[in-house]
């Protein structure tokens, strides 16, 4: 077990947060708070429990240099607003203007510092920056699952300058949920995987081969399991390079009685956008010609509402069609209402499929949104993610 933040002695200390305000910004405000919220929890714990808070966090890609267009100033206000206290900014993350940002920061006082990635020694995880920034606080705290896939110097190498380094609230529920679905889930366990490509996903797919009872596949990804099958699929997208890799994951399927769930309908369009003409047809069905599979069909919604109804643990990641385009996204919005109605344990982790649950008005229905795309699919994936193996065991 990690250290929590609930095991810290946070009275009169100053904490170091390392947040995930990667946020939307135009014109210079915030138009989704979603990824701020969500570490909101952590920062009021740190704070009612008398702490002095710095938070960090990078924003979009700088490339190392510093770049207004990325600044995390246009932050504060929505940082300060949903708080309810005044935040000061630190116009850099590190040297004098952090120091003096931190200096005498009284209890309950926060801090918001510049732009992480604004330094290129933050993405190749530099021991001596991530000492500069550590020279700023007494403990350490991760709170940003979605940066902990990524060896930088404020998820990693920070954790070796502190005295303890702890999950917060927000990484703890993270862990918690999809390690039990690694470990101990309640059965039968359902993974829905969509998206538009196995190679996103493989190792997902592999790793849950030996542990769910049934697997869902929708989106683009499925055209590639069905070429391997040899069946006509028009100009849907399909990896050529992966038709191998898929019948082996369908003979091993197979193998372990594992129930593994392919479209039987689709509906297909010559061209990928609103208002074009599609009809539903059977897969399988040579009238595709040279169109393209967009969303699975109404038997296809049937069959896999039926293998999620009973569900004790259901995974969903991915969109079953193109979703963005409503013409096409019938199929996402019937799985997410399936999901929704699960008696048991639900987490729905990836920007589309939380983006469906929105959509569908259900999102507080689900157990849990993950709020790590690339994180949450290499930790189920199987992998060791740096920024939780840095942080101190309990």
Known sequence: MKLSIRDLDLAGRRVFIRVDFNVPLENGSVTDDTRIRSSLATIRYALDNGAAVILASHLGRPKGQVNLKYSLKPVVATVSAL??????FAEDCIGDAAQSAVAGMPAGGVVLLENLRFHPEEEKD???????????????????????????????????????????LLMEKELEYLGRVLTSPDRPLVAILGGAKVSDKLE?????????????????????FLKARGVPVGRSLVEDDKLDLVRDIETTAKGRGLQLGLPVDHVVAGKLEAGVPSETLDIGDPKIGDR????????????????????KTVVWNGPMGVFEIPDFAKGTNAVAQAVAEVKGTTIVGGGDSIAAVNQAGVADRITHISTGGGASLEFLGGRTLPGVEALSNR
Do not use: C
């Not at 708080?83 to 000061?88: D, F, I, K, M």
């Not at 404020?154 to 300058?161: G, K, L, P």
């Not at 393209?292 to 569900?311: N, Q, R, W």
């Open 83 to 88: 708080l309810g206290r005044p935040v000061v």
């Open 126 to 168: 530099e021991e001596a920056f991530a000492q500069q920034l550590a020279s700023l606080t007494d403990l350490y705290v991760n709170d940003a699952f979605g940066a902990t896939h990524r060896a930088h110097a404020s998820v990693h190498a920070i954790a070796r300058q502190v005295s303890k380094a702890a999950a917060g």
């Open 204 to 224: 997902v797919i592999q790793n849950f081969l030996g542990r769910v009872d049934r697997l869902i596949i929708g989106g683009a990804m499925a055209y590639t």
């Open 292 to 311: 393209m599979g967009l969303d699975i069909g109404p038997k296809t919604i049937a069959s896999y509402a039926g293998m999620i109804e009973d569900a």
